[in-house]
T-cell receptor, first 110, second 113 residues
Framework: GDSVTQMEGPVTLSEEAFLTINCTYT??????LFWYVQYPGEGLQLLLK?????DKGSNKGFEATYRKETTSFHLEKGSVQVSDSAVYFC?????????FGAGTRLTVKP | GAVVSQHPSRVICKSGTSVKIECRSL??????MFWYRQFPKQSLMLMAT?????????EQGVEKDKFLINHASLTLSTLTVTSAHPEDSSFYIC?????????FGEGSWLTVV
């Protein structure tokens, strides 16, 4: 079945560092791909999404590109801030069936 | 490892009836659980935050009298869809935190006919 594999955490970075969180997936068809973020004490929020190959999702300085050839959807940000500290989830949705990665905890230090 | 279990995985109910979905943390205590809903071909939507021993906190636009949440113990939160209508048909999923990890239930498919 479909699955999502996400880079294990935790990840600790200094402010203004470059962030990459790797995400790869397996799917039988053409899923939509998502990144969700969960800040401390809050519920999941959609960060960005891409619905077809080569689409780039972006929001709040974060980007991810749907790469069908490598079945990847890596999350990147050029300069992280302390406020980006959270848990990030990669997810896919195919035929209304959703699969999540295990989550990657990011801590950004001043 | 820690597991969050959701039941039932699929349920079909008639319009006007109520249906209850359970979310259990199997080997840890969860003071807070989250309930989400997924509309067809869309992303998850946070419905409410379930707090053990107190009232749930609902997101804007979510009818608290229709989606009753009870978090009566540290291992169980329930979502009851009252007077269900076909437009309530959806995928509902819960999550809970344990330590530094967030765990999701398997999700529940609700079909209202």
């Amino acid at each position: 079945g479909d699955s999502v594999t996400q880079m294990e955490g935790p990840v600790t970075l200094s402010e203004e560092a470059f962030l990459t969180i790797n995400c790869t997936y397996t799917a039988t068809g053409y899923p939509s791909l998502f990144w969700y973020v969960q800040y401390p004490g809050e519920g999941l929020q959609l960060l960005l999404k891409a619905t077809k190959a080569d689409d780039k999702g972006s929001n709040k300085g974060f980007e991810a590109t749907y790469r069908k050839e490598t079945t990847s959807f890596h999350l990147e940000k050029g300069s992280v801030q302390v406020s980006d500290s959270a848990v990030y989830f990669c997810a896919l949705c195919e035929d209304n069936d959703m699969r999540f990665g295990a989550g990657t905890r990011l801590t950004v230090k001043p | 490892g820690a597991v969050v279990s959701q039941h039932p995985s699929r349920v079909i109910c008639k319009s006007g009836t109520s249906v209850k979905i359970e979310c259990r943390s199997l080997d840890f205590q969860a003071t807070t659980m989250f309930w989400y809903r997924q509309f067809p071909k869309q992303s998850l939507m946070l419905m409410a935050t379930s707090n053990e021993g107190s009232k749930a906190t609902y997101e804007q636009g979510v009818e608290k009298d229709k989606f009753l949440i009870n978090h009566a113990s540290l291992t169980l939160s329930t979502l009851t869809v009252t007077s269900a209508h076909p437009e309530d048909s959806s995928f509902y999923i819960c999550s809970a935190s344990h330590g530094n990890t967030i765990y999701f239930g398997e999700g529940s498919w609700l079909t209202v006919v």
